[in-house]
């Protein structure tokens, strides 16, 4: 089946605007992630999404930053009041289910450029 | 918490030759999950290899295989008979091994990337 796919691949944005990307994971994947890649940086998480259970917040690096999952398939990241710093690329990933044995498939990201 | 670190901000390898990229992590952790993905041009990261830390066995995927000396808490990756289109940015990760109810997430850990370039 297709793999995970981003929207838009790319986004120009003013600072101080609001941007939603889009993530759809594979289909029957339960458990779905976030990673933002900064320029010359490793891809740093932000949040994770688990079937029906409260999702981890915890690399979400400030209030502007949130994310819903609908439907338990296609999630959004909204980032408030961009500022220049979150210029990167955002990936998604989705997997199976939260097992040790799952294998995380990634979406070709959103690059997010904050003039 | 853990880290992964990668020391080889670029490396370059001739065609048909064989390239070792390294990575180290920390932990505290006995039980984890190691990885490299591959990200080319496109930015899709593909999963390249897995090690799991309880084998003491190397994990080995074609022309790709790892050593992994858990003691040393190293995780290199050598790339055999190197082709052009391995060219990419190589990532080394971390998954702890943790239930995700018992509190643990399972995020990847990743180092800063290798960019390697194959050159014919």
């Known amino acids: 089946g297709a793999g995970v796919s981003q929207s838009p691949s790319n986004k120009v944005t003013e600072k101080g605007k609001d941007v939603e990307l889009r993530c759809d994971p594979i289909?029957?994947?339960?458990?779905l992630y976030w990673y933002r890649q900064s320029l010359g940086q490793g891809l740093e998480f932000l949040i994770y999404?688990?079937?029906?259970?409260?999702?981890?917040k915890s690399g979400l690096p400030s209030d502007r930053f949130s994310a819903e999952r609908t439907g338990g398939s296609v999630s959004t990241l909204t980032i408030q009041r961009t500022q220049q710093e979150d210029s990167a690329v955002y990936l998604c990933?989705?997997?199976?289910?939260?097992?040790?044995?799952?294998?995380?498939?990634f979406g070709p990201g959103t690059r997010l450029l904050v003039l | 918490a853990q880290t992964v670190t990668q020391s080889q901000p670029e490396m370059s390898v001739q065609e048909a030759e064989t390239v070792t990229l390294s990575c180290t992590y920390d932990?505290?952790?006995?039980?984890?999950?190691l990885f490299w993905y591959k990200q080319p041009p496109s930015r899709q990261m593909i999963l390249v290899i897995r090690?799991?830390?309880?084998?003491?066995q190397n994990a080995t995927e074609n022309r790709f295989s790892v050593n992994f000396q858990k003691a040393a808490k190293s995780f290199s990756l050598k790339i055999s008979d190197s082709q052009l289109g391995d060219a990419a940015m190589y990532f080394c990760?971390?998954?702890?091994?943790?239930?995700?109810?018992?509190?643990?997430?399972?995020?990847?850990?990743f180092g800063t990337g290798t960019l390697l370039a194959v050159q014919p």
């Open positions: 990760a971390y998954r702890s091994a943790k239930h995700f109810y018992g509190g643990a997430t399972n995020k990847l850990i």
């Open positions: 090690q799991e830390a309880y084998k003491q």
């Open positions: 990933a989705s997997s199976l289910g939260w097992g040790v044995q799952e294998t995380q498939y």
């Open positions: 932990t505290s952790e006995s039980d984890y999950y």
């Open positions: 999404f688990q079937g029906n259970s409260a999702p981890d």
């Open positions: 289909s029957g994947h339960t458990a």
